[in-house]
């Protein structure tokens, strides 16, 4: 008991609720595949939507599972943010197959709509820029898996496919108009 105790004052500090936190972890403690579960919950219960240090360390400490095999998990799945993220969400393909197919213009004219500058680009050569206002993040990824529909977009958790400048403007803008209306 004493031991638990002492254990529990030794956890960091997390960037989210600890109640919360734990109720997560105890959800899924045991499961198969129970630490996807656990970081995507946490993920999700974070007010910007990603995984902080403090809340990582946690969760390795209460779920028993070193601290490294985490990371190896969220750097394995492109879902994973381990930065704040905008209210919404765009991802552009860069493999082969969307490449060939012009995603590096799309790319470009969302570099250039969104006022980014060179020294904005991100870390370990990926791609992850937000806005100033949070409201739109951009990454990129290594394929979707649907390269038959290239160039492929996700824009807020939705796949589009045969992606144009032109359509990227119109959605983009239908969303801005969403936001201004709330
Ligand atoms: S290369 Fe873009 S979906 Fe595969």
Do not use: W
């Amino acid at each position: 008991m004493a031991k638990a105790a002492e254990n529990k004052r030794n956890l960091p500090q997390v960037g989210l609720d600890r109640g919360e936190l734990d109720q997560i972890i105890s959800r899924y403690i045991g499961k198969p595949g129970s630490i996807l579960g656990i970081l995507e919950d946490a993920q999700k219960s974070n007010q910007h939507k990603y995984l902080t240090q403090d809340s990582l360390e946690y969760i390795a400490k209460r779920a028993n599972i070193p601290l490294s095999r985490i990371y190896n998990i969220i750097t394995f799945y492109a879902f994973f943010n381990l930065k704040p993220q905008g209210k919404h969400s765009i991802i552009v393909c860069r493999g082969t197959a969307c490449h060939t197919r012009g995603s590096k213009n799309l790319l470009d004219f969302l570099i250039n709509l969104f006022g980014f500058k060179e020294d904005d680009f991100s870390q370990d050569g990926k791609l992850y820029l937000t806005t100033k206002d949070n409201k739109f993040t951009i990454k990129t990824v290594a394929c979707f898996g649907q390269c038959a529909l290239a160039p492929v977009v996700e824009i807020d958790g939705n796949i589009y496919s045969r992606m144009t400048t032109q359509k990227l403007q119109k959605i983009i803008k239908s969303i801005a108009l969403r936001g201004n209306k709330k």
